[in-house]
């Protein structure tokens, strides 16, 4: 962990893209984007270039995820290094599209900053996903948006799990920021989540705009909820589900799940209890993209990271 007197000197972020439509049926990244595209206005800040893209045009046109892959998982070294050609599926194609314009990935010509907007089915709220606990940008930006929307929330997931980590289209940046606003169903415009994530965007450029200034943000703690392991539905020996996630747990994000807490219910009304070693916090519960990625819910643990003071070079 940072000590709170040490200063992070950083370079200004001076070129910012803002992701929708990397799953084709999250409605509220899609509108927005597709809104800033044709009048930027708002998303334009003092020194700093903002691009808004629509990142998958297929799926999005199609009202789907994904037409052939999942294009947030697609930004694997292999995928990205993989030879062009028709003969790809769609999303690894589009993949190397991406990192032609935004990266090259871990590159110095990277983007210096990508957010990338989502949905959930689940009753997530405001989450801004976080990939590196050592990333203190995002760390400062994360509890800036915080305290910029009080009393509203707006919770922070890390996912450093090395089997759980996934390689996004957003990891393309050198501060990559995941942003997860729900409930909203797929394929639907709710005007509340979609006010919600535009003014968490207007917090975040914001923030950039600031620290390109010259302002210095002191060491702050920030509360995460690291992601700790996936939870699948039970299942038959065929691999058919047999339960539902239990009615006591559905719509509790974040809420503490107790050992021997109920977590499913079965089809004919058995309940099946949690036999973890310890309080856990529940996320992405019953979300309807993850049964085919075998996962009823997340579990995580709260913890407080230090955030270094940062400051531009």
Not at 58 to 71: F, G, I
Not at 105 to 112: I, M, Q
Not at 251 to 270: A, I, R, S, Y
Request: glycine share 6%.
């Amino acid at each position: 962990m940072s000590s709170f007197n040490s200063i992070v000197s950083l370079e200004e972020a001076r070129r910012v893209a803002i992701f929708g439509g990397t799953h084709g049926n999250e409605m509220s990244g899609v509108t927005l984007v597709n809104l800033w595209v044709k009048n930027g206005a708002e998303i334009q800040r003092k020194g700093v270039e903002t691009k808004p893209f629509i990142t998958n045009p297929k799926a999005v046109e199609k009202c789907a995820r994904y037409v052939d892959t999942d294009l947030n998982r697609a930004f694997t070294p292999e995928n990205l290094s993989a030879p062009q050609g028709d003969n790809q599926p769609y999303e690894v194609q589009r993949a190397q599209e991406i990192n032609g314009i935004f990266g090259p990935k871990g590159s110095p010509d990277a983007y210096d900053v990508i957010f990338d907007l989502h949905n959930t089915t689940s009753n997530m709220g405001c989450t801004l996903i976080l990939e590196s606990s050592k990333d203190h940008f995002n760390l400062q930006m994360m509890n800036y948006i915080k305290k910029a929307i009080a009393p509203s929330s707006c919770l922070v997931l890390l996912n450093e799990h090395p089997l759980l980590k996934y390689s996004t289209s957003r990891s393309i940046a050198k501060h990559p920021v995941g942003l997860e606003v729900g409930p909203q169903p797929q394929g639907v415009l709710r005007s509340n989540i979609f006010e919600a994530m535009r003014v968490i965007l207007k917090h975040a450029l914001d923030f950039i705009e600031l620290f390109n200034e010259g302002m210095e943000f002191p060491s702050c703690t920030v509360e995460v909820f690291r992601v700790l392991e996936r939870i699948d539905y039970p299942r038959d020996a065929n691999g058919n589900i047999i339960a539902m996630v239990h009615p006591n747990l559905q719509d509790c994000d974040w809420e503490p799940l107790n050992p021997g807490d109920p977590m499913f219910q079965t089809f004919d009304g058995k309940t099946i209890r949690f036999q973890g070693s310890g309080t856990v916090y529940p996320t992405f519960i019953n979300e309807a993209a993850y049964y085919e990625k075998q996962q009823a819910f997340v579990t995580t643990r709260r913890e407080s990271l230090v955030a270094s003071s940062i400051r531009k070079v």
